[in-house]
């Protein structure tokens, strides 16, 4: 694993035919917090309301921002790490990249060795079945005082995961399954490694 203060550098990719999976990531900014304002956080929201009142739900965002503040960053770094751990050796190669933006102040786990679509898909929405779904799932089984903790986790991670959720449609509607995807490109093995092992 590697920290990185600023973009990633472009991998050395050697793949045949090989394609960016996303051109211009400033434009899936713009569309995902579209997506997340309009789309994602009403439909987290009427699943929590059919169990839950509004005080439970919104009663992380009236906390103090002494509390608040802490609360988000600690899930912005949960939810990378959970990209992280999804990587291939669990995000300990040389590969795995644990990196911010400093003038978008994003945080980000990156990987640059190369995988298979199905791990990039995993990568991509492990942090949105772990963090969003099961705080929803286990609510009611938990003491009162804690649902408003989880639902701000589960909206806030819901949110977070827009991206995500788009990258992860654009692989499955663009890259083959066969496909080897190394950083941000995809492609497939050229004819000397053809005899390799694949990528998990």
Not at 9 to 33: A, F, M, Q, W
Not at 51 to 72: A, C, H, K, Y
Not at 139 to 148: G, I, Q
Request: hydrophobic fraction near 45%.
């Amino acid at each position: 694993m590697r920290f990185k203060y600023g973009m990633p550098s472009e991998v050395d990719c050697h793949l045949e035919n090989k394609t960016k999976i996303v051109v211009d990531y400033s434009r899936v900014h713009v569309i995902g917090t579209v997506i997340a304002i309009f789309i994602v956080l009403p439909a987290i929201y009427i699943a929590w309301r059919s169990m839950w009142s509004n005080r439970d739900i919104f009663g992380v965002f009236d906390q103090p921002p002494e509390i608040f503040l802490p609360l988000t960053f600690s899930i912005v770094i949960l939810h990378e790490f959970i990209h992280l751990i999804a990587h291939p050796q669990a995000g300990m190669s040389n590969e795995s990249i644990v990196g911010m933006l400093p003038k978008r102040l994003v945080f980000y786990a990156a990987y640059q060795g190369e995988q298979s679509r199905r791990r990039l898909i995993i990568t991509l929405m492990s942090p949105l079945v772990l963090l969003t779904i099961p705080p929803f799932l286990i609510a009611p089984w938990v003491t009162p005082s804690v649902v408003p903790f989880l639902a701000g986790l589960s909206i806030l991670n819901g949110m977070a995961s827009t991206g995500d959720m788009m990258l992860t449609y654009k692989v499955i509607r663009e890259v083959p399954p066969d496909a080897i995807c190394h950083g941000e490109y995809f492609g497939f093995s050229t004819t000397n490694d053809h005899n390799s092992s694949k990528p998990t």
